[in-house]
């Protein structure tokens, strides 16, 4: 599907913007490539003071976005089609799911689908025993928790808020601040605010996109690791690195019907066949059972995880991984609600949000059930031991030393090590592109933004993640998703209220035409 754009002169650029954007990136990467140290200490306070008195926050935010969008589903305006009436999608639902899915959560997911059950079985929450049974009922579910509805929640809020004023409204800005049209008319984007919203939303996508490559790197360079019998390395993960902006930036010249939508129907063949094959070979019983029971126990506890802020007891559990996720949904929303509007054009309200939060979700679900369940049965069996290997190595060691256990175990380690990057890829991808769609001035719903200027965003990504492996540590990237989401949390009440004003204002032109 390649546009004019791509074959013609280029959409202009907005220069402030990209300069604002810039200086930024150069201001957070100076300190920490040249005082590591002491970039590490002052990342650890700051994420604990933020965390400690904004947290709330986040747990408010999540119930109010599921209570929105169900209204916003369910009710009158869910069958409102993004795009001329009676006009088919402009993708399969195949490749829409794939594209949507690998944008949202691809990359890292592969990071901690098969471990994240280790950090909950250790120190788990509600004064659980660690180690114990009930210990490993909330370990399984609070994996499929923090990446299930309440993240696909967060990810469809923006995209309908943007989706809704520029295929309806026929708004020509393909960006964050399009979703204020409904509060700040068709030159929102040009205002003091719209342009803060934009910002935000950019430094958003820069800071979850680097929380992102900053997990998968890691377990490219483990993966590859394991297959040639080396020691992994800050080197090896900067090289795996190198290998995904060239791949993604490849990807995002080619456009997004050659690049992207190709890229995702790759990666989901390939999730596809490496957990069809963990699954059959593993212990499949064992995995389909306790999946099972993880489903009915989150299902039980689902409201209860929700809004569990541990005010008594006060373990930080919260604050280490409750909040940290929803923070990094939410510094990723703008990425995934702006490339979702480019490829959702023909659907309804209804059809988008239901359809990112229960295919989104399944898809992380599945991968958590297969993966992780068949790691946590290593540990409980005494096969493999997990907590000590993620203890000493980290998440991404214990993965691939789990994958290495399977029969034809180099077959599957490859596979990893290719779907990482392609996941990588295609997450970056979709990121440029929404970066370079923000900092075009004006972008038609046919249009794309100039390829030269995608594949300099494709590349600019690629810095952030290095320095936050070289200061090091799972902290600094949990204070870039906190830092960037803060902006963005606020900015997503703005949109729900546009969005609404937009629709009934819209209805009530209708009836007044009929009338």
């Keep these: 599907m390649e546009s004019v754009t791509d074959r013609a002169s280029a959409p202009p650029i907005d220069r402030v913007m990209l300069v604002v954007v810039l200086l930024v990136v150069v201001s957070a990467c100076i300190p920490l490539g040249l005082m590591p140290e002491r970039a590490s200490a002052f990342v650890s306070d700051l994420y604990?003071?933020?965390?400690?008195?904004?947290?709330?926050?986040?747990?408010?935010?999540?119930?109010?976005?599921?209570?929105?969008?169900?209204?916003?589903?369910?009710?009158?305006?869910?069958?409102?089609?993004?795009?001329?009436?009676?006009?088919?999608?402009?993708?399969?639902?195949?490749?829409?799911?794939?594209?949507?899915?690998?944008?949202?959560?691809?990359?890292?997911?592969?990071?901690?689908?098969?471990?994240?059950?280790?950090?909950?079985?250790?120190?788990?929450?509600?004064?659980?025993?660690?180690?114990?049974?009930?210990?490993?009922?909330?370990?399984?579910?609070?994996?499929?928790?923090?990446?299930?509805v309440v993240a696909w929640c967060i990810y469809a809020l923006p995209t309908v808020a943007i989706a809704y004023p520029f295929y309806v409204n026929r708004v020509p800005h393909l960006c964050a601040s399009t979703a204020c049209h409904g509060l700040m008319g068709p030159e929102a984007h040009r205002s003091l605010f719209g342009r803060l919203v934009n910002l935000a939303a950019v430094l958003g996508i820069l800071g979850g996109a680097g929380t992102s490559l900053g997990f998968i790197a890691p377990l490219i360079a483990a993966s590859v690791a394991e297959l040639f019998g080396i020691a992994t390395s800050f080197r090896l993960e900067g090289l795996a690195i190198v290998v995904c902006v060239a791949l993604f930036g490849g990807s995002v010249y080619l456009g997004l019907e050659a690049g992207i939508k190709r890229l995702s129907d790759l990666n989901v063949v390939l999730f596809g066949l490496l957990l069809a094959y963990i699954l059959l070979v593993g212990p499949t019983l064992f995995i389909l059972k306790m999946s099972t029971e993880t489903i009915g126990y989150m299902a039980a506890n689902f409201v209860r995880m929700l809004t569990w802020t541990d005010p008594i007891r006060d373990t930080g559990f919260v604050e280490s991984w409750t909040i940290f996720f929803w923070a990094w949904w939410i510094a990723f929303a703008p990425v995934v609600g702006t490339f979702v509007t480019r490829i959702s054009r023909g659907r309804t309200i209804r059809q988008v949000i239901l359809g990112m939060i229960c295919l989104g979700s399944a898809g992380c679900w599945v991968f958590f059930f297969v993966l992780g369940n068949y790691a946590l049965f290593l540990e409980i069996e005494g096969l493999l031991p997990l907590r000590e290997i993620v203890a000493a190595s980290g998440i991404s060691v214990a993965t691939a030393k789990t994958l290495a256990t399977l029969p034809a175990s180099t077959v599957a380690l490859l596979t990893m090590a290719v779907v990482g990057i392609v996941s990588a890829a295609t997450s970056y991808d979709s990121a440029s592109y929404t970066i370079a769609a923000t900092v075009t001035r004006e972008l038609g719903p046919a249009e794309n933004p100039g390829r030269a200027h995608r594949l300099f965003w494709a590349l600019v990504l690629g810095i952030l993640p290095l320095f936050m492996l070289f200061v090091?540590?799972?902290?600094?990237?949990?204070?870039?998703?906190?830092?960037?989401?803060?902006?963005?949390?606020?900015?997503?009440?703005?949109?729900?209220?546009?969005?609404?004003?937009?629709?009934?204002?819209?209805?009530?032109?209708?009836?007044?035409?009929?009338?």
């Excluded at 965390?51 to 986040?58: D, E, I, P």
């Excluded at 993708?91 to 691809?106: D, N, V």
């Excluded at 090091?472 to 989401?485: E, F, P």
């Excluded at 703005?494 to 009934?504: C, G, N």
Aim: proline fraction near 6%.
């Design 472 to 515: 090091g540590g799972l902290q600094v990237i949990r204070l870039a998703s906190l830092l960037a989401s803060l902006p963005i949390l606020f900015a997503g009440v703005v949109m729900a209220v546009a969005l609404t004003k937009s629709l009934r204002t819209d209805e009530r032109a209708r009836r007044s035409e009929r009338g």
């Design 48 to 148: 604990d003071g933020l965390t400690s008195n904004f947290g709330f926050l986040y747990q408010w935010s999540a119930v109010g976005v599921i209570v929105f969008l169900a209204w916003l589903a369910f009710g009158r305006f869910g069958s409102v089609r993004l795009g001329p009436h009676n006009e088919p999608p402009d993708f399969s639902t195949f490749s829409w799911a794939g594209m949507l899915f690998c944008a949202g959560t691809g990359a890292a997911l592969l990071s901690w689908g098969a471990v994240e059950w280790v950090a909950y079985y250790n120190s788990p929450p509600f004064g659980a025993e660690p180690g114990s049974a009930e210990a490993i009922r909330w370990a399984t579910a609070y994996g499929p928790f923090h990446w299930g």
